[in-house]
T-cell receptor, first 116, second 111 residues
Framework: GAGVSQSPSNKVTEKGKDVELRCDPISGHTALYWYRQSLGQGLEFLIYFQGNSAPDKSGLPSDRFSAERTGGSVSTLTIQRTQQEDSAVYLC??????????????FGPGTRLTVL | TQLLEQSPQFLSIQEGENLTVYCNSSSVFSSLQWYRQEPGEGPVLLVTVVTGGEVKKLKRLTFQFGDARKDSSLHITAAQTGDTGLYLCAGAASNTGKLIFGQGTTLQVKP
């Protein structure tokens, strides 16, 4: 079956521009997560959507970052006024139920963002 | 703030050698997961450990969760070149889906 897909796979933008990154989770998965990964490093949690509950935004690094999940499926991560330190790979994951930490998260291939 | 310290950050060994990767924290986690990531791809779950003292084996990989659920280790026996990759540990706080990741261990197994 189809896994988690993300688009674009690569994005190069100029400092100060806004970018939108898209995530299509596995069908039927109620939980969706966004993470950020610097080269060869671990993942940094950004935001977590669980069903119809208010999202956990505790990992968003600044108010330039926002995310939404429409219809409980597709999610968009928006970065406004991009800065060079925003350059990273942005990974999306989905899981069947979320919560509790034993639910398997399935990751997409990521979007590599480069801010010049 | 919950943190996971993973060590070593880089490991280069010969095929056939054994190795251990450590993941330590001062915080208690409800569960701990180990992932493997290939270049250009997202992490793939290897195992989840839930009970303090739990040991799980996956072929040549042995995973252990500390008794106090604050630390974990991954041991690979007789490493193969196909084991090359980035290994990540991740802890889950109670009743949340949020994962806290360690910095990762880049493993290179040379023929």
């Amino acid at each position: 079956g189809a896994g988690v897909s993300q688009s674009p796979s690569n994005k190069v933008t100029e400092k100060g521009k806004d970018v939108e990154l898209r995530c299509d989770p596995i069908s039927g998965h109620t939980a969706l997560y966004w993470y950020r990964q610097s080269l060869g490093q671990g993942l940094e949690f950004l935001i977590y959507f669980q069903g119809n509950s208010a999202p956990d935004k505790s990992g968003l690094p600044s108010d330039r970052f926002s995310a939404e999940r429409t219809g409980g499926s597709v999610s968009t991560l928006t970065i406004q006024r991009t800065q060079q330190e925003d350059s990273a790979v942005y990974l999306c994951a989905s899981s069947l139920r979320g919560g509790g930490g034993t639910d398997t998260q399935y990751f997409g291939p990521g979007t590599r963002l480069t801010v010049l | 703030t919950q943190l996971l310290e993973q060590s070593p950050q880089f490991l280069s060994i010969q095929e056939g050698e054994n190795l251990t990767v450590y993941c330590n924290s001062s915080s208690v986690f409800s569960s701990l997961q180990w992932y493997r990531q290939e270049p250009g791809e997202g992490p793939v779950l290897l195992v989840t450990v839930v009970t303090g003292g739990e040991v799980k084996k996956l072929k040549r990989l042995t995973f252990q969760f500390g008794d106090a659920r604050k630390d974990s280790s991954l041991h690979i026996t007789a490493a193969q070149t196909g084991d090359t990759g980035l290994y990540l540990c991740a802890g889950a706080a109670s009743n949340t889906g949020k994962l806290i990741f360690g910095q990762g261990t880049t493993l290179q197994v040379k023929p």
